[in-house]
């Protein structure tokens, strides 16, 4: 079992920026693909960002390619999202995620993975 706790979400202006963060209760092995998803209210939940299987390669949404990276800090056993540019449609819950049964073609579905965190509210407006 793993419990994943998000922090950093809030409100910001549109062209601004915020730093969320991930910590796993326990270091994911390799095993487990670990990434971010969103959730707009109406929507359904959308894919942000993910480290493959052994966090070698980041992989993005097309809604935030150039404006977001993920990455790790091993030591602290912390997983990040920096947003940058953020605008409107950004506003969501986002979420981190773990996988174990995540595969290249399933990195987008949400059905996929594992274990969620409770998620924190982004808002972006001015």
């Known amino acids: 079992q793993v419990q994943l706790v998000e922090s950093g979400g809030g409100m910001v202006q549109p062209g601004g920026s915020l730093r969320l963060s991930c910590a796993p209760s326990r270091r994911p092995n390799n095993n487990y693909v670990l990434g971010w998803f969103r959730q707009a209210p109406g929507k359904e939940r959308e894919f942000v960002a993910a480290?493959?299987?052994?966090?070698?390669?980041?992989y993005y949404g097309d809604a935030v390619k150039g404006r977001f990276t993920i990455s790790r800090d091993s030591a602290k056993n912390i997983m990040y999202l920096q947003m940058n540019s953020l605008q409107p449609e950004d506003t969501a819950v986002y979420y981190c995620?773990?996988?174990?049964?995540?595969?290249?073609?399933?990195?987008?579905?949400?059905?996929?993975?594992?274990?969620w965190g409770q998620g924190t509210q982004v808002t972006v407006s001015s």
């Open positions: 995620a773990a996988g174990s049964r995540v595969i290249m073609s399933t990195m987008t579905r949400s059905e996929f993975y594992d274990y």
């Open positions: 480290f493959s299987r052994g966090g070698g390669t980041t």
